[in-house]
């Protein structure tokens, strides 16, 4: 009883402990990237002044804007610029396959795709879209406090060996951005993908890759396990492999840019080496394509 | 025992392990390399492919060759392979292990200790009953047989003699011989004549089969001089291929421990058996060398002690001063200077010269007297052993020494004159000499007729003057009375050194006179009627194996024995004490020669083969591991592990490795050419990063001023670490004081001394002016006390107004740093010089001062930043600015005064000074 605080207390710490680091990251990776003017571009619900039209007899006597209409004899009405906000769900892979690295700096797959995420999350909040993850865990919500309970959400680690795309609590005609390795089973992501479509949520999946996974050198009698080492696979001449596996590999990547396409999704490989600004800048776009 | 062909196995059922090799080989060829286990989480792409080629699990066929080989050199190995083994034949019946036992045998002494054993062993295992005896130590009877495992017991307590066997005793041993028996002959390789005999005698007993090593004996004859130089002989037993050894020459350093003072080379040429190490050594070493060794020969043979033939002594002669231009011939010392010069070193010079170099002897011809000092000084030489030699002359007999109460350094009392005999104005004949009476040390020296004594100073008669006399004239009165003082004596000879006063300086006798008072050393070994009557005392004793013993329990030898230097149980080799000298007995006599042992060829001589026994053991074993480490790294690159991060980090750990040494070196060479390719200030790292960084930025402000204003173009400053750092490279070192540095060790403190002797100038700033006048009043000031104390620093005098620092560059009367304090101190100028009439300043043309010493923390006024802007505030407003300036100008003075010199102390500047000064 007594303890309970305290062993909250240092459990809430050491759950905390990776945020501001990856918050950091996170922002200072949005930064790099201007955030333009998001309006409608039409009158409709907001706050923001769009144009004085003349009074319709539906419109309400309130709505007059008589400041305007003063100084004429016709009566107007101020248009306000149509701000919807966007609702976007993100899903980030967090199972055990994403903490691979073979890069010096240490930098994971989860990393990578935490930061994206992350910062796509923070672009998106200041462009004013409402934000949120998939499957209920964070309903999308605007605001930049909002940034710190995500990244909560997003620093937690599954032990299951790959991720599976998590489709549920996605609203009608939102957006939204699954990020992961896609190493799975593909038949999870073809149903999330499907699903999501039915609803008419478009977005971008963004594959993270390890250099390695890319280049497969490996050589000699290996036995490969995966993260969690629940799955493994021996070989006596890992090189005579090396072929076989990267057609695979393209395989996998063709099948997934494919199922993108039919449901209108975006597509993208991204390598851990590589600049994380890119990505970002891929990912941003994607999810402000008009379709 | 197997052989195959030159190799046989001690153990060769353990080469029926080689049958499990094909086994080896299947059992490997289906054990592929252990795999690798990676975490990857691309295996879900993996699933389900399969290996193209089953080839694979195999190790390769030249990684499982390597392995076979590595096995099958192992277990080669453990059987025991022996190149060129012997092959021995049991006998039977009683077995005499016969040592010779003398020096000889030292030199590998273990190893003929392990050979008897194993000889005795045999006869053990053989049933046979064996004695052990040595021709050193041979017992009255026939040998007595015993079982062979009991006599081996006794072959511990074996230790050969640094002698060689008495051939009488060998001759009447073998005539004594009974029963049959077998011999097993342990020789020491030298030729000798009882060998034969006992051979013989020995044959008609039973087979004898001898031992000998198949190394050369060497030997050392004893020293000689030969032209001034020590000459050893080294011997050898038996001529063969030319071969080069080294002679040690050991004796006490000054310090009295016992080390090699000189080594020269000894090379024989191929046919010869006989060579010399020639050492040319100045008389002092030579006077200390106590043996010669022949190096890395443990054996009496090799070991040759030298005694006092080889010494030479160390004469000072003095002699009066004297006014005229005298002849040659008349000189006081000429006599003795000839009589001396082939057996001793003379040293010339003043008495005080004379007495620092100790020498043995110091001979006074005609001196009188002495200043209190010296002979003070000379008492106390004379009681720590030292010989005074006086000769009388006209200054002694005018001269009131030792007149009424007797001079410590003269032997007797003096009357007043002396005595003239023999001459045109006196009556009598010349005298000639008493024979010597048995007390005196010239006693049996042949008495010449013609040495006559014309003029003497004579004794005082006194209760000791009896004892003191050691030869006197014809009628009695004294020619050369002794005493001891202390440790060593006084001898006074009562006639002149030359010829004024009689005829003894140009007799033979004067000669043997002064070598019985060991003046002189004898030229040549003494003869044995020299030698008859007397008893030696051993002092040390040499044992076999070469190593000196103090002899204080063994008894004296006669002289008879000893004039015939030939060692024995009795009359062990080593250093004999007689009443005035000491002999050496040398294992090997002056005229002695090696010969190697010729045995009859029915002899079978074990030792000599050629091809010795080899054991391949170790080599096999080096190859196995050789081709184990080969399998390491080829497995490793089979399994892909030579691959990947962790091999490669470890490729660049070895890389690092290799070049750091080379990267240590670049790093001197760097600091070297950066320190001296421009001027480079420099300042002593302190410790306290605050100060060391104000005394960077301070140098580099100081720097940059020297730039703009000068001709002087100064690099960055450096800060040096007085350990590590050489400080010659740089004209200027900073020193700011903080009240906790260490003190520089001792190496620090010549490197600093010698940096001051050459011209270097180090300015100590203690940095505390504003609290403390200069002294021991501050921390800091009591650190520099504690710092200059080891340096090397000349009288110091604060700094004049004319000092040359006040107008190098600019003219200048203070030298404020931080602080404006008045106290600094330079080296002081020399006291003679003077202000000439017109000039302001005292003539003063020489030197540099060493060292600056204030207290103003010039470092902080100097300092600025990169961008030139002052780093620390000084005083208040324009007039710390004006302070700042002149802090700036005397750095400009001090580093112009550095690297100038005294260049403007000179006249041709001083018109145009007077004119700036208004005067």
Same mark, same amino acid.
């Given at each position: 009883?007594?303890?309970?605080?305290?062993?909250?207390?240092?459990?809430?710490?050491?759950?905390?402990?990776?945020?501001?680091? +990856?918050?950091?990251?996170?922002?200072?990776?949005?930064?790099?990237?201007?955030?333009?003017?998001?309006?409608?571009?039409?009158?409709?619900?907001?706050?923001?002044?769009?144009?004085?039209?003349?009074?319709?007899?539906?419109?309400?006597?309130?709505?007059?804007?008589?400041?305007?209409?003063?100084?004429?004899?016709?009566?107007?009405?101020?248009? *306000?610029?149509?701000?919807?906000?966007?609702?976007?769900? +993100?899903?980030?892979?967090?199972?055990?396959?994403?903490?691979?690295?073979? +890069?010096?700096?240490?930098?994971?797959?989860?990393?990578?795709?935490?930061?994206?995420?992350?910062?796509?999350?923070?672009?998106?909040?200041?462009?004013?879209?409402?934000?949120?993850?998939?499957?209920?865990?964070?309903?999308?919500?605007?605001?930049?406090?909002?940034?710190?309970?995500?990244?909560?959400?997003?620093?937690?680690?599954?032990?299951?060996?790959?991720? /599976?795309?998590?489709?549920?609590?996605?609203?009608?005609?939102?957006?939204?951005?699954?990020?992961?390795?896609?190493?799975?089973?593909?038949?999870?992501?073809?149903?999330?993908?499907?699903?999501?479509?039915?609803?008419?949520?478009?977005?971008?999946?963004?594959?993270?890759?390890?250099?390695?996974?890319?280049?497969?050198?490996?050589?000699?009698?290996?036995?490969?396990?995966?993260?969690?080492?629940?799955?493994?696979?021996?070989?006596?001449?890992?090189?005579?492999?090396?072929?076989?596996?990267?057609?695979?590999?393209?395989?996998?990547?063709?099948?997934?840019?494919?199922?993108?396409?039919?449901?209108?999704?975006?597509?993208?490989?991204?390598?851990?080496?590589?600049?994380?600004?890119?990505?970002?800048?891929?990912?941003?776009?994607? =999810?402000?394509?008009?379709? | 025992?197997?052989?195959?062909?030159?190799?046989?196995?001690?153990?060769?059922?353990?080469?029926?392990?080689?049958?499990?090799?094909?086994?080896?080989?299947?059992?490997?060829?289906?054990?592929?390399?252990?795999?690798?286990?990676?975490?990857?989480?691309?295996?879900?792409?993996?699933?389900?492919?399969?290996?193209?080629?089953?080839?694979?699990?195999?190790?390769?066929?030249?990684?499982? =060759?390597?392995?076979?080989?590595?096995?099958?050199?192992?277990?080669?190995?453990?059987?025991?392979?022996?190149?060129?083994?012997?092959?021995?034949?049991?006998?039977?019946?009683?077995?005499?292990?016969?040592?010779?036992?003398?020096?000889?045998?030292?030199?590998?002494?273990?190893?003929?200790? *392990?050979?008897?054993?194993?000889?005795?062993?045999?006869?053990?295992?053989?049933?046979?009953?064996?004695?052990?005896?040595?021709?050193?130590?041979?017992?009255?009877?026939?040998?007595?047989?015993?079982?062979?495992?009991?006599?081996?017991?006794?072959?511990?307590?074996?230790?050969?003699?640094?002698?060689?066997?008495?051939?009488?005793?060998?001759?009447?041993?073998?005539?004594?011989?009974?029963?049959?028996?077998?011999?097993?002959?342990?020789?020491?390789?030298?030729?000798?004549?009882?060998?034969?005999?006992?051979?013989?005698? =020995?044959?008609?007993?039973?087979?004898?089969?001898?031992?000998?090593?198949?190394?050369?004996?060497?030997?050392?004859?004893?020293?000689?001089?030969?032209?001034?130089?020590?000459?050893?002989?080294?011997?050898?037993?038996?001529?063969?291929?030319?071969?080069?050894?080294?002679?040690?020459?050991?004796?006490?350093?000054?310090?009295?421990?016992?080390?090699?003072?000189?080594?020269?080379?000894?090379?024989?040429?191929?046919?010869?058996?006989?060579?010399?190490?020639?050492?040319?050594?100045?008389?002092?070493?030579?006077?200390?060398?106590?043996?010669?060794?022949?190096?890395?020969?443990?054996?009496?043979?090799?070991?040759?002690?030298?005694?006092?033939?080889? *010494?030479?002594?160390?004469?000072?002669?003095?002699?009066?001063?004297?006014?005229?231009?005298?002849?040659?011939?008349?000189?006081?010392?000429?006599?003795?200077?000839?009589?001396?010069?082939?057996?001793?070193?003379?040293?010339?010079?003043?008495?005080?010269?004379?007495?620092?170099?100790?020498?043995?002897?110091?001979?006074?011809?005609?001196?009188?007297?002495?200043?209190?000092?010296?002979?003070?000084?000379?008492?106390?030489?004379?009681?720590?052993?030292?010989?005074?030699?006086?000769?009388?002359?006209?200054?002694?007999?005018?001269?009131?020494?030792?007149?009424?109460?007797?001079?410590?350094?003269?032997?007797?009392?003096?009357?007043?004159?002396?005595?003239?005999?023999?001459?045109?104005?006196?009556?009598?004949?010349?005298?000639?000499?008493?024979?010597?009476?048995?007390?005196?040390?010239?006693?049996?020296?042949?008495?010449?007729?013609?040495?006559?004594?014309?003029?003497?100073?004579?004794?005082?008669?006194?209760?000791?003057?009896?004892?003191?006399?050691?030869?006197?004239?014809?009628?009695?009165?004294?020619?050369?009375?002794?005493?001891?003082?202390?440790?060593?004596?006084?001898?006074?000879?009562?006639?002149?050194?030359?010829?004024?006063?009689?005829?003894?300086?140009?007799?033979?006798?004067?000669?043997?006179?002064?070598?019985?008072?060991?003046?002189?050393?004898?030229?040549?070994?003494?003869?044995?009627?020299?030698?008859?009557?007397?008893?030696?005392?051993?002092?040390?004793?040499?044992?076999?194996?070469?190593?000196?013993?103090?002899?204080?329990?063994?008894?004296?030898?006669?002289?008879?024995?000893?004039?015939?230097?030939?060692?024995?149980?009795?009359?062990?080799?080593?250093?004999?004490?007689?009443?005035?000298?000491?002999?050496?007995?040398?294992?090997?006599?002056?005229?002695?020669?090696?010969?190697?042992?010729?045995?009859?060829?029915?002899?079978?001589?074990?030792?000599?083969?050629?091809?010795?026994?080899?054991?391949?053991?170790?080599?096999?074993?080096?190859?196995?591991?050789?081709?184990?480490?080969?399998?390491?790294?080829?497995?490793?690159?089979?399994?892909?592990?030579?691959?990947?991060?962790?091999?490669?980090?470890?490729?660049?750990?070895?890389?690092?490795?290799?070049?750091?040494?080379?990267?240590?070196?670049?790093?001197?060479?760097?600091?070297?050419?950066?320190?001296?390719?421009?001027?480079?200030?420099?300042?002593?790292? /302190?410790?306290?990063?605050?100060?060391?960084?104000?005394?960077?930025?301070?140098?580099?402000?100081?720097?940059?001023?020297?730039?703009?204003?000068?001709?002087?173009?100064?690099?960055?400053?450096?800060?040096?670490?007085?350990?590590?750092?050489? +400080?010659?490279?740089?004209?200027?070192?900073?020193?700011?004081?903080?009240?906790?540095?260490?003190?520089?060790?001792?190496?620090?403190?010549?490197?600093?001394?010698?940096?001051?002797?050459?011209?270097?100038?180090?300015?100590?700033?203690?940095?505390?002016?504003?609290?403390?006048?200069?002294?021991?009043?501050?921390?800091?000031?009591?650190?520099?006390?504690?710092?200059?104390?080891?340096?090397?620093?000349?009288?110091?005098?604060?700094?004049?107004?004319?000092?040359?620092?006040?107008?190098?560059?600019?003219?200048?009367?203070?030298?404020?740093?931080?602080?404006?304090?008045?106290?600094?101190?330079?080296?002081?100028?020399?006291?003679?010089?003077?202000?000439?009439?017109?000039?302001?300043?005292?003539?003063?043309?020489?030197?540099?001062?060493?060292?600056?010493?204030?207290?103003?923390?010039?470092?902080?006024?100097?300092?600025?930043?990169?961008?030139?802007?002052?780093?620390?505030?000084?005083?208040?407003?324009?007039?710390?600015?004006?302070?700042?300036?002149?802090?700036?100008?005397?750095?400009?003075?001090?580093?112009?005064?550095?690297?100038?010199?005294?260049?403007?102390?000179?006249?041709?500047?001083?018109?145009?000074?007077?004119?700036?000064?208004?005067?």
């Amino acid at each position: 009883m007594s303890d309970a605080p305290l062993t909250l207390r240092s459990r809430a710490e050491s759950l905390a402990a990776p945020l501001p680091p +990856l918050l950091a990251e996170a922002e200072n990776l949005a930064s790099t990237v201007m955030v333009g003017d998001h309006g409608r571009r039409r009158a409709g619900l907001g706050d923001t002044f769009w144009q004085y039209r003349p009074a319709q007899n539906h419109d309400e006597m309130r709505a007059i804007d008589w400041r305007r209409s003063a100084r004429s004899d016709a009566q107007f009405v101020q248009d *306000k610029e149509w701000q919807v906000a966007q609702s976007v769900l +993100l899903w980030v892979d967090q199972s055990a396959s994403m903490s691979f690295t073979s +890069l010096k700096d240490g930098t994971t797959k989860a990393d990578r795709a935490r930061t994206l995420a992350l910062a796509t999350a923070i672009l998106l909040l200041r462009g004013g879209e409402r934000v949120g993850l998939t499957g209920n865990r964070l309903p999308p919500r605007r605001g930049e406090t909002h940034v710190s309970q995500m990244a909560t959400l997003l620093s937690e680690d599954h032990s299951d060996d790959f991720g /599976t795309p998590v489709a549920d609590g996605m609203l009608p005609h939102s957006r939204a951005l699954f990020v992961s390795d896609f190493m799975g089973d593909l038949a999870g992501i073809e149903t999330a993908l499907q699903k999501a479509a039915k609803r008419d949520v478009r977005g971008a999946l963004v594959q993270i890759l390890d250099p390695t996974e890319e280049a497969f050198p490996f050589d000699g009698r290996t036995i490969f396990e995966s993260m969690s080492g629940t799955l493994c696979h021996e070989t006596l001449k890992a090189r005579d492999l090396k072929a076989r596996y990267l057609e695979r590999l393209a395989e996998r990547k063709d099948r997934l840019s494919q199922l993108a396409r039919t449901t209108g999704w975006q597509f993208h490989t991204h390598h851990t080496d590589a600049s994380a600004t890119s990505a970002l800048l891929w990912t941003y776009t994607a =999810l402000e394509r008009r379709t | 025992m197997l052989s195959v062909g030159p190799i046989a196995f001690t153990t060769p059922w353990l080469l029926l392990g080689l049958l499990i090799l094909p086994i080896l080989w299947l059992l490997l060829r289906a054990v592929p390399p252990a795999p690798i286990r990676r975490r990857f989480p691309g295996v879900a792409l993996l699933l389900g492919l399969t290996d193209d080629s089953t080839q694979t699990d195999r190790t390769p066929w030249w990684l499982l =060759l390597l392995r076979l080989l590595a096995v099958a050199a192992i277990i080669t190995a453990f059987a025991g392979p022996v190149l060129n083994p012997k092959d021995e034949t049991p006998g039977n019946g009683p077995l005499l292990v016969l040592i010779d036992g003398t020096w000889a045998d030292a030199r590998d002494w273990p190893r003929r200790v *392990k050979r008897i054993d194993a000889a005795l062993a045999d006869a053990a295992r053989d049933g046979r009953t064996a004695a052990l005896l040595t021709l050193t130590d041979l017992p009255p009877e026939s040998p007595v047989f015993q079982d062979a495992q009991a006599v081996r017991q006794r072959i511990a307590a074996l230790t050969p003699k640094p002698f060689l066997p008495d051939a009488d005793a060998i001759t009447a041993w073998a005539d004594r011989l009974t029963g049959t028996f077998d011999t097993f002959w342990m020789s020491d390789g030298l030729a000798r004549d009882s060998r034969n005999t006992l051979l013989g005698a =020995l044959e008609s007993r039973g087979t004898v089969t001898a031992f000998e090593s198949p190394r050369p004996v060497l030997g050392l004859r004893a020293a000689q001089v030969v032209d001034g130089d020590v000459a050893v002989t080294v011997l050898r037993a038996a001529a063969g291929v030319g071969t080069q050894t080294s002679v040690a020459a050991i004796g006490l350093d000054p310090a009295g421990t016992e080390r090699r003072l000189a080594t020269a080379p000894a090379t024989f040429e191929a046919a010869n058996t006989e060579t010399t190490a020639t050492f040319d050594l100045p008389p002092e070493l030579r006077n200390r060398v106590t043996r010669f060794e022949i190096q890395g020969v443990r054996s009496a043979g090799a070991v040759t002690l030298t005694d006092d033939a080889l *010494k030479r002594r160390e004469v000072a002669l003095l002699a009066g001063a004297s006014e005229r231009e005298a002849l040659e011939l008349l000189s006081p010392v000429h006599y003795l200077e000839q009589a001396l010069i082939p057996t001793a070193d003379l040293i010339d010079g003043t008495l005080a010269d004379v007495l620092l170099a100790n020498p043995d002897v110091i001979i006074l011809a005609d001196v009188a007297t002495l200043t209190a000092i010296e002979s003070d000084t000379m008492i106390e030489w004379v009681e720590n052993g030292g010989l005074l030699v006086r000769f009388a002359g006209p200054r002694l007999a005018a001269s009131d020494i030792s007149r009424i109460d007797e001079d410590p350094l003269m032997p007797v009392r003096l009357r007043i004159g002396g005595r003239s005999i023999g001459g045109a104005m006196s009556w009598g004949e010349p005298k000639e000499l008493a024979p010597f009476p048995d007390t005196s040390p010239f006693f049996g020296l042949p008495i010449p007729n013609d040495v006559a004594v014309t003029a003497q100073v004579m004794a005082q008669p006194d209760p000791t003057l009896a004892s003191r006399v050691i030869a006197q004239l014809a009628d009695g009165t004294p020619l050369v009375t002794r005493k001891s003082a202390g440790e060593g004596s006084i001898v006074l000879f009562h006639v002149t050194a030359n010829a004024e006063w009689s005829t003894l300086p140009i007799s033979g006798l004067f000669v043997q006179m002064l070598e019985r008072l060991a003046v002189s050393t004898r030229p040549a070994a003494p003869t044995a009627d020299d030698l008859t009557g007397t008893s030696w005392m051993p002092e040390d004793v040499l044992n076999a194996f070469g190593e000196l013993e103090r002899a204080d329990t063994l008894p004296g030898v006669a002289g008879e024995d000893l004039a015939a230097a030939q060692p024995s149980a009795a009359m062990l080799p080593g250093l004999y004490a007689g009443e005035d000298r000491r002999i050496a007995v040398n294992a090997i006599g002056r005229e002695d020669v090696l010969t190697a042992t010729s045995w009859p060829a029915r002899i079978a001589v074990e030792g000599l083969d050629v091809a010795r026994e080899t054991l391949l053991k170790g080599w096999l074993l080096a190859a196995a591991l050789v081709l184990l480490s080969i399998d390491i790294i080829a497995s490793l690159a089979l399994s892909g592990r030579l691959r990947g991060p962790r091999a490669s980090a470890v490729a660049a750990v070895l890389v690092a490795l290799l070049l750091a040494p080379m990267d240590a070196r670049a790093q001197e060479d760097g600091f070297a050419i950066s320190s001296t390719a421009d001027v480079v200030l420099a300042y002593v790292i /302190t410790g306290d990063t605050r100060v060391d960084e104000m005394s960077d930025a301070g140098l580099y402000g100081l720097s940059n001023t020297l730039f703009q204003r000068t001709s002087i173009e100064p690099s960055f400053p450096v800060g040096i670490d007085l350990e590590a750092d050489e +400080l010659a490279f740089f004209p200027f070192i900073y020193w700011p004081v903080t009240a906790d540095q260490q003190l520089p060790t001792r190496e620090a403190y010549a490197k600093l001394n010698r940096y001051l002797r050459s011209g270097g100038m180090i300015l100590f700033d203690t940095r505390d002016a504003d609290l403390a006048r200069f002294g021991s009043s501050s921390p800091a000031g009591r650190k520099l006390q504690a710092i200059a104390r080891g340096l090397d620093i000349p009288v110091l005098e604060p700094i004049p107004q004319d000092h040359v620092l006040t107008r190098t560059f600019y003219l200048l009367q203070d030298f404020p740093g931080r602080h404006p304090g008045r106290d600094v101190w330079v080296e002081a100028a020399p006291a003679g010089a003077e202000l000439s009439d017109g000039m302001p300043f005292r003539d003063l043309n020489d030197g540099v001062t060493p060292v600056v010493i204030g207290g103003n923390d010039w470092a902080a006024a100097w300092a600025t930043d990169q961008l030139g802007n002052p780093l620390v505030p000084i005083g208040r407003g324009q007039a710390g600015n004006r302070q700042r300036e002149i802090a700036l100008r005397f750095g400009v003075n001090l580093i112009m005064h550095v690297l100038t010199g005294n260049y403007k102390s000179d006249q041709v500047h001083v018109p145009a000074l007077l004119d700036r000064l208004g005067q």
